[in-house]
């Protein structure tokens, strides 16, 4: 007893780990990391702890939060940019034949390399992150990960595969020199909703993860507005686009209906060449001129939708044989203009025909609220 007395007090040295070298969190920040790296969508400010304390990141993740967040804005820019390629595809009105606008296409494929330009640099940066957040001894199997991955390396290379320039360029020109009009639409639709569907869910993809990873995209209310307009601009731009093709479809139908009226005409008859770009006549085969003269077809097709089952695609009529490039984009700008003048004759002839108005008198005055 007295012996333990004596002896001195044992000293218990207690080492406190910081917060950075806790194991269990190095681990969650690992993940967090490879989360990051590993997907497009990984960059974040800050870190929760187990302790629920945020505590800043390191400067990378904030660079790639930035990165993402400009990305996610050129995926935007991206499924604004399909749409356009429906546009390059119209209907002459001087010799009612199909054609491909060469400098609208031309354009529109420029800005959809540039697009594709960005996701290129966008998987390269996935690839060079996923190799630096693994350990050292398993560099190769982060980026094998990435490779693996459904939604990884395949997927980011699916979505800008160029299909639509590949039909725009190759198949289109081939089926119009074939005087398939009517498929050249059908086989565009196709491949945009092939590609297009996919796109639009990689940008959901990437909004998402962003989102459960941070709790936020860019942290500002002004920016949640913008995005949400962004995504409506998105969707009807889309949709008017879809609503253009399909509206050139009916009136190649309407006017392939006429063609088979009239002896000697063929497909090949409304079609012009494949791609103009306005330095030459459209056509000059003495057949497809002569068709342009077809006063049946021209009032039956293109001068009036009255005349022909266009359905919901009949304010599309006067934008198929449009040359303004503006106006085809814009498709509210005209029909708007179309359905007010309209509904205001519809009005006009009502009035008149309750006041029981001579018919002399109606026609003078149509004309005149025509004019």
């Not at 020109?173 to 050249?184: D, H, K, Q, Y």
């Not at 409506?232 to 686009?241: C, I, L, N, T, W």
Request: glycine share 6%; aromatic share 12%; charged share 20%.
């Amino acid at each position: 007893m007295s012996s333990r007395a004596d002896s001195p007090p044992r000293l218990r040295i207690i080492t406190h780990r910081p917060p950075d070298e806790d194991p269990d969190n190095n681990d969650d920040d690992e993940e967090e990391d490879n989360e990051t790296s590993g997907s497009s969508s990984g960059g974040a400010s800050k870190h929760e702890n187990r302790g629920g304390s945020v505590r800043d990141s390191p400067p990378r993740l904030k660079w790639v939060q930035e990165w993402n967040r400009a990305f996610l804005l050129v995926c935007a820019a991206g499924l604004a940019v399909d749409p356009l390629f429906f546009y390059a595809l119209s209907i002459s009105g001087t010799c009612m034949c199909l054609f491909i606008d060469g400098w609208f296409a031309l354009t529109v494929t420029a800005l959809r390399c540039m697009t594709d330009a960005m996701h290129v640099w966008n998987m390269c940066l996935r690839f060079k992150l996923a190799q630096q957040t693994a350990s050292k001894a398993d560099s190769r199997g982060g980026a094998l990960r990435y490779f693996l991955s459904k939604k990884g390396f395949f997927f980011d290379l699916f979505v800008i595969l160029p299909i639509p320039q590949v039909v725009l360029w190759v198949v289109a020109p081939a089926l119009i020199r074939e005087g398939s009009t009517t498929t050249v639409m059908t086989v565009f639709l196709i491949m945009f909703l092939f590609q297009y569907l996919p796109k639009l869910y990689h940008a959901i993809l990437l909004l998402r993860r962003m989102q459960n990873f941070s709790g936020y995209v860019f942290g500002t209310i002004w920016w949640g507005i913008a995005l949400n307009l962004i995504a409506y601009f998105v969707a009807s731009h889309a949709a008017g686009a879809c609503w253009y093709l399909l509206g050139i479809q009916r009136a190649a139908k309407c006017l392939r209906t006429q063609c088979q009226a009239v002896k000697g005409c063929s497909g090949r008859t409304m079609a012009c060449g494949p791609i103009y770009y306005g330095l030459s006549e459209i056509v000059t085969d003495p057949e497809k001129l002569n068709w342009g003269k077809n006063a049946l077809a021209r009032s039956t097709c293109i001068d009036s939708s009255d005349n022909f089952e266009y359905g919901a695609y009949k304010w599309t009529v006067p934008l198929v044989t449009n040359d303004s490039r503006l106006e085809k984009v814009f498709l509210h700008a005209t029909t708007s203009k179309k359905q007010a003048m309209n509904l205001k004759m519809r009005n006009v002839e009502w009035w008149m025909r309750r006041r029981h108005l001579p018919q002399s008198f109606r026609q003078r005055k149509e004309y005149n609220t025509v004019t």
